[in-house]
């Protein structure tokens, strides 16, 4: 499948090992990593920087493997689920330094189609969030609220 917003084509890149268990060496303790990762949540970390946590500090290759969820399932069953998913609040994050750029740098027309990309991405996505119902039907994108949504 071709990218959406640039010239290139194939899916590149690495595949992980097919486990059906975790391994040997692993910290497997079921109870004891849906605690760590319920303390990290609280904390404000996102579920990608939970598992690259879990991976570096606590011995955890993949979580799915020993809880049997995603980690966003379980910070979700906990009730520490942020407002905004995951993806969608990097995009506006990313929007915002976009915009900040370009208050600075006018003349910068290549970032400002960039912003334009960005934008419609997030248009796409919060209507996917709309229809399954993790974001609000009454929920716009608005570029002069953005930073309210972002911090």
Do not use: F
Request: glycine share 6%; charged share 35%.
């Amino acid at each position: 499948m071709a990218r959406m917003h640039s010239k290139g084509k194939g899916n590149s890149g690495s595949n992980r090992p097919h486990l059906s268990k975790p391994s040997d060496w692993s910290n497997s303790d079921k109870k004891e990593v849906e605690e760590i990762i319920n303390k990290l949540s609280s904390e404000g970390l996102s579920s990608a920087e939970i598992g690259t946590a879990l991976r570096d500090k606590h011995g955890v290759p993949d979580a799915k493997l020993v809880t049997g969820e995603r980690i966003s399932q379980t910070v979700e069953r906990s009730g520490n689920s942020p407002k905004y998913p995951e993806d969608l609040m990097s995009l506006m994050r990313r929007a915002l330094r976009l915009i900040d750029h370009l208050s600075h740098n006018r003349k910068d027309i290549h970032n400002r189609r960039q912003l334009e990309l960005c934008e419609s991405k997030i248009r796409r996505l919060s209507k996917y969030y709309k229809e399954n119902k993790k974001l609000g039907p009454e929920w716009t994108y608005k570029r002069d609220q953005l930073r309210l949504m972002v911090e």
